[in-house]
């Protein structure tokens, strides 16, 4: 992919530090979405396929409720699933293109299925709505056996769109979330991993064990999402009945309470396989605090299971989101130590590329005046005597010689009876020129 290198500007290190910020930014908003987005659809289908077998409308109507939970609307869906995903790519161009460049590879295949993936779902959540239609008139009969009939035939054909929509989109959604994964991990194992192929890779215990704690946070935080909107967004919803309501709580609780109960398994399995150069005390310090909000999140369900009550659900929302916000932290932190030698190299290519673009090639922007009022007039004046000779009374042997006056400067020799020699002010050949010209220039004011 070397068309990408020409994308790739030059770096400083506080510029690279400012992605590594930008990233955190965009995965704390895209590892959420994709959480409910997954989780959500993988439990409506459930939910579908369950209640249309077993006829039973409060699974038919969960179902349809959760999509339109979790795929908010269809700009949400574009901004935090597409935009998301486009934004961390160009940044990984930034940062990797060189070191990792296949990670890049899966980072847009990721997007790709993210994008197909989304539009599966919206056709899905899209066709519940006629699902309901078609329920609505299910017992609508005429004299008319041809209408009765092509309205059952749609009927079917809409309820086949839907489950296939729904499974394919899942599918997509699914394999983009685990291409992202492989992605983001790959740059932090750069040296053992290049040189795989692709199903290798993402089937290698690395990449694995970054997948099931995300698949784990997504049902976590579906749980925990649905909890919220349910029961205490707005007030909660209030115009359904309670045993469907008993239902969805008794779900969301245990849902999200099993889902994290293996999760801190996986942090510490993390940091045992991250090699040694990604591990930072602060690496340490955002683990730890994830870990203690996963005990806190496993608390407050636990007091709401015994107390069979809902007190805490604001809490346990709050606080997996800030689960994924510090396991996104110490993802990037051990991600920049881990870059931390290619991070030295673009320095050093970005200092070269600013040295071309400031000095070398165009004519150095020295000032004359201002070299002899910072080093020469401490010895030297033009009509009196400092510690050298006045230069009223030494330049005019030069004739105007700027070369003659040069090398005089880059190489002082004793010239002057009565005066200590000069000490050679260190000065660049173009540097020595700029002043010799000033002070040529300059003294045909005294004579
Ligand atoms: C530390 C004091 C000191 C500084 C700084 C210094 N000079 Fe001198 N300079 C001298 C002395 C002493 C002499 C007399 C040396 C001799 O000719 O024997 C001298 C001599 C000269 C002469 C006379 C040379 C000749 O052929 O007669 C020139 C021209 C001159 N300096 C230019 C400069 C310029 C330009 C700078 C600044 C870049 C500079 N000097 C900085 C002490 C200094």
């Not at 005429?142 to 092509?150: G, I, N």
């Not at 750069?190 to 040189?195: G, P």
């Not at 870059?339 to 190299?345: A, C, G, P």
Request: charged share 15%; glycine share 4%.
């Amino acid at each position: 992919m070397d068309f990408l290198n020409k994308l790739v500007l030059p770096l400083s290190p506080q510029h690279i530090l400012l992605l590594h910020y930008m990233l955190m930014l965009i995965f704390s908003l895209f590892i959420p979405f994709i959480s409910i987005l997954s989780g959500g659809i993988f439990f409506s289908l459930y939910f579908r396929n369950r209640g249309l077998k077993e006829n039973n409308h409060h699974l038919i109507k969960f179902s349809k409720e959760i999509v339109e939970v979790v795929t908010i609307n269809k700009s949400m869906g574009i901004v935090l699933g597409v935009l998301t995903l486009l934004t961390s790519i160009l940044v990984f161009i930034q940062l990797y293109s060189a070191s990792a460049a296949y990670a890049i590879t899966f980072l847009f295949i990721s997007l790709l299925l993210m994008i197909i993936g989304l539009v599966l779902i919206y056709t899905y959540r899209h066709s519940l709505k006629f699902s309901d239609l078609f329920e609505a008139i299910k017992d609508f009969h005429t004299q008319d056996k041809a209408v009765e009939s092509e309205i059952q035939e749609l009927r079917r054909s809409n309820t086949n769109l839907s489950m296939r929509s729904g499974v394919s989109g899942f599918i997509f959604i699914f394999i983009s979330i685990w291409m992202f994964v492989a992605g983001v991990t790959l740059p932090t194992y750069s040296d053992s991993m290049a040189n795989k192929n692709i199903l290798t890779i993402l089937l290698s215990w690395l990449v694995i064990s970054r997948f099931i704690p995300v698949l784990l946070i997504a049902c976590a935080f579906t749980g925990a999402t649905l909890l919220f909107i349910y029961f205490y967004w707005d007030g909660g919803k209030k115009d359904d009945d309670a045993s469907y309501l008993g239902f969805v709580k008794n779900f969301s609780i245990r849902l999200t309470f099993v889902s994290i109960i293996i999760l801190p398994l996986f942090l510490l399995i993390d940091l045992v396989i991250l090699p040694n150069n990604t591990l930072s005390a602060s690496v340490f310090v955002y683990t730890s605090l994830a870990l203690a909000l996963i005990f806190a999140a496993y608390h407050y369900l636990y007091v709401m299971i015994r107390n069979q009550n809902l007190k805490y659900t604001l809490h346990v929302f709050i606080t997996l989101i800030l689960v994924i916000v510090f396991s996104v932290v110490k993802d990037q932190l051990s991600l920049a130590n881990a870059s931390e030698l290619r991070t030295v190299e673009m320095g050093a290519q970005y200092a070269e590329v600013m040295q071309k673009l400031t000095g070398e090639g165009a004519a150095p922007k020295i000032s004359g005046e201002d070299i002899y009022k910072n080093i020469c007039s401490s010895c030297h004046s033009f009509d009196h005597k400092v510690v050298g000779p006045p230069y009223k009374q030494t330049l005019p042997k030069y004739k105007g010689d700027v070369d003659k006056l040069v090398a005089f400067i880059l190489h002082p020799t004793q010239n002057n009876p009565g005066y200590p020699p000069m000490p050679n002010p260190g000065l660049k050949p173009a540097e020595a020129k700029a002043v010799a010209t000033y002070i040529l220039k300059e003294v045909k004011k005294y004579e």
